[in-house]
């Protein structure tokens, strides 16, 4: 069981995405509507995995990883972006996400994406 | 070879000892001479004095002496060391064997095969017998040479099993169909690649650049980010990212003439990680789903060819009207921009009426024919060549001529232009009528009255339910679920000629509800909807009107995206907005070039099918409004008069 943070604009995504995690057996301990909301609500919660929204009003996706990054680097997070971002997404990853997840997106393909993001170990065996 | 070498630097001297004989300092030659002959292969004799070797005496050298004149009374009766050779050559037991052959070669020729006395700790341990030591090298080596052959052999074979290994690999990977190579941080295609691959670029590929091997395949916003991304694949410490950087490389291209699929994964290279990327040729595949919804397309037409064939007929022959209206309106209009909306509303509303028939070539067609207007219109200065450019192109365009043929392939050539109806023009029917009415009584007038409305009236809701299929079409289309479709109310007939440009421009309602309104099945269930959604077109009868209400169950028009867009065209300021009431901001929607849709689809977005329903209505001396409410869903009433 790990504690997830969803940051998304649309409340509907983030409903979705809270029903999928706490159905795979997961906590979900924080959301949050956009960016700046976003770190305020990681400092408070400590989550181990955050699903992040790439474009939001206030402070973009980009923005709140790098700030939740200068604080931790080890928490996780995965990218939800629409297509033909692959621009901002090579950003988030270079960034420090370690995934990401194309809107519209598919309840099987979430849960194999968190799955392994959980289970990958962070390096690689040399 | 190397292990050998290992083995004998290692290898002591201890293994080579022999006990030997030793005699004590005291005693004297006749002792040592008793030892010599009785035992024939003894060597020599070691002397030791408290454990210690002082002294050897070899058997050649004790001969010597004692056979010279006086030899043996001299020597016989004496201690050893009158006898004893003191230039001894002692090891230790732990010493390197290599320090035997060294001290023992060094010797004076007539001393080579002396003893080599063996201490431990100073004290005796025994010695090696050079003889015998020469002997068990040869041994040795002999044992190493036939290790050495053996392993020879084994390597040998090794590698050639390893050739014929490599070589079942390659033919596995050379037939398998697919191109497979591989390439590290340098990019270069490392020189095991298939030969598929070789076909797909049509050239040899090993040491080429990957990136320049591809680049030409993409187009340039793609090449960009193909190198950033391949860096940061190099540069990535974390697995997981690894795989999502690989994600990123566009998987698709034409690759001469051939669509390629292309499939990358992380290998463990030799010095680092390595790309693998396979090749796969799927135009075959593209091929047969493009010709299977061709196919699907093509039964969707022919089905509307058969059930709506006068309704279609009627579609064509108004289709070309507009469009020689159009033009007419294009020599007699002064202002191109109001000319161009004009033209672009007619290709709007017709693209979306042949939707509904299924003609889909057309609907292609005509959708960028208004994608070419909309540029024109975003542009400053419109120039006439480029209007009459796209003009002369609808005129040559025979925008549908492939649905038409394709349906008369299946149903007869002809078959749009000989309707097996009788059809005679209004006026003509008029005149038969009224030669009718003249012969006959006046209370059977009424019922040829009756007779001759019914002819040219039909049941609104028989025409509202006309709309069923484009719908469920539709919302296939959108990836959406099947809304239940529901017409209800009172039956009105009308001529459906005097309200054909309204009930046609319904289609952009519907097609509203099912891009904006409706939710997806996924959102519905999760707002404890049911998960479909319903259309509902309710028709009121009410003296010389009646209204059609359509509303849906979906979440409503959002009015703050609205008025973004409405600020964001400039039609009206954010104060003009906040004076305005609920109904006026609703009210938005039927302005020209409004929509809330991010992206123009083929489907809805242009904002340009409201405003021309909103005309026609007008037009007919009706009118039309519209109310909603977050997540309950959208109504719009229509009110028209009724005109027999």
């Not at chain 2, 006086?70 to 090891?91: C, D, H, Q, W």
């Not at chain 2, 919804?293 to 709506?308: F, G, P, S, V, Y």
């Not at chain 2, 404890?528 to 309710?538: D, E, F, L, V």
């Not at chain 2, 059609?548 to 973004?564: F, H, M, R, T, Y």
């Amino acid at each position: 069981m790990k504690n997830f943070m969803i940051v998304d604009d649309s409340m509907m995504i983030r409903m979705n995405l809270k029903r999928i995690f706490e159905g795979c057996g997961h906590k979900v301990v924080a959301e949050a509507a956009n960016g700046k909301e976003a770190v305020e609500k990681y400092v408070q919660h400590k989550p181990d995995v955050i699903t992040m929204d790439i474009t939001m009003p206030i402070m973009d996706g980009i923005e709140a990883l790098k700030e939740i990054k200068k604080a931790d680097r080890s928490v996780k997070v995965i990218m939800i972006s629409a297509l033909g971002q692959e621009v901002k997404i090579l950003e988030a990853l270079n960034n420090g996400a370690c995934h990401y997840i194309l809107k519209p997106f598919k309840e099987a393909d979430v849960i194999r994406m968190v799955e392994s993001v959980i289970t990958t170990p962070e390096t690689a065996a040399i | 070879m190397k292990d050998y070498a290992c083995i004998s630097a290692e290898e002591k001297v201890a293994g080579f000892v022999i006990s030997g004989h030793t005699v004590q300092i005291e005693e004297n030659g006749e002792y040592v001479a008793e030892l010599f002959n009785s035992m024939e292969e003894l060597e020599g004799v070691v002397v030791l004095k408290n454990k210690v070797p002082v002294g050897l005496i070899m058997k050649t050298y004790f001969f010597q002496k004692l056979s010279t004149p006086y030899g043996n009374s001299l020597y016989g009766k004496r201690p050893v060391s009158f006898l004893m050779e003191t230039a001894i050559v002692t090891v230790d037991v732990n010493d390197d064997v290599d320090e035997i052959s060294k001290l023992a070669t060094n010797r004076a020729y007539s001393n080579l095969y002396d003893y080599i006395i063996v201490t431990q700790n100073a004290s005796y341990r025994g010695v090696i017998s050079i003889r015998q030591f020469l002997v068990a090298l040869s041994d040795r080596n002999k044992e190493q040479l036939v290790e050495l052959k053996l392993q020879n052999e084994k390597e040998l074979s090794l590698i050639s099993s390893l050739r014929e290994k490599t070589q079942s690999v390659r033919n596995l990977l050379d037939n398998a169909g697919q191109g497979f190579l591989s390439f590290g941080a340098d990019l270069m295609v490392k020189s095991e690649y298939s030969s598929e691959c070789c076909k797909i670029f049509d050239s040899e590929i090993s040491d080429q650049n990957y990136l320049q091997l591809i680049a030409p395949y993409f187009d340039d916003g793609k090449k960009s980010i193909l190198l950033s991304i391949l860096e940061s694949f190099f540069a990535a410490r974390e697995y997981i990212c690894e795989s999502a950087y690989l994600s990123l490389l566009p998987p698709e291209a034409v690759v001469n003439g051939r669509s390629i699929f292309f499939e990358y994964k992380r290998i463990q290279g030799i010095t680092g990680k390595d790309v693998m990327v396979i090749l796969t040729d799927i135009t075959e595949k593209k091929e047969m789903e493009k010709a299977l919804e061709q196919d699907r397309e093509t039964q969707r037409l022919i089905i509307k060819a058969i059930t709506c064939k006068s309704e279609l007929i009627q579609l064509i022959n108004d289709f070309d009207g507009a469009l020689q209206t159009s033009f007419g309106l294009y020599e007699n209009q002064s202002d191109r921009k109001e000319f161009l909306l004009h033209f672009f509303r007619t290709i709007h509303t017709f693209k979306g009426d042949f939707a509904q028939y299924s003609f889909h070539n057309a609907m292609r067609t005509l959708h960028v024919f208004e994608n070419r207007i909309q540029s024109l219109l975003n542009s400053s200065e419109i120039e006439i060549r480029e209007i009459e450019e796209i003009i002369n192109d609808a005129k040559d365009a025979s925008i549908l001529k492939i649905d038409m043929d394709t349906a008369e392939a299946s149903l007869g050539s002809g078959y749009f232009s000989e309707s097996r109806d009788i059809s005679i023009t209004e006026e003509r029917m008029a005149v038969v009528f009224d030669d009718i009415s003249a012969i006959i009584s006046d209370g059977e007038k009424e019922a040829v009255k009756n007779a001759y409305h019914r002819l040219k009236h039909r049941n609104l809701k028989t025409i509202l339910l006309d709309h069923k299929d484009y719908i469920t079409y539709l919302a296939g289309r959108l990836e959406k679920g099947q809304p239940e479709y529901v017409v209800t109310g009172d039956n009105v007939y009308i001529d459906s000629n005097i309200y054909s440009p309204v009930l046609k421009n319904l289609i952009h309602i519907f097609r509203n509800s099912l891009d904006h309104g409706l939710e997806t099945e996924e959102e519905r269930v999760l707002l404890n909807k049911n998960p479909c959604g319903t259309i509902t077109c309710a028709i009121k009868r009410n003296c010389d009107r009646f209204s059609i209400e359509i509303s849906d169950d979906g979440q409503g028009i959002d009015v703050e995206k609205l008025k973004a867009k409405a600020v964001e065209k400039g039609i009206f300021t954010e104060g003009q907005l906040a004076e305005m009431d609920k109904a006026a901001l609703f009210d938005l929607i039927f302005i020209d070039n409004l929509s809330t849709k991010a992206s123009v689809s083929q489907v809805s977005g242009r904002g340009m099918g409201m405003s021309s329903l909103k005309n026609e209505c007008l037009q007919l001396g009706g009118s039309i409004s519209v109310d909603s409410e977050q997540n309950k869903g959208t109504k719009f009433t229509i009110s028209l008069p009724l005109f027999h």
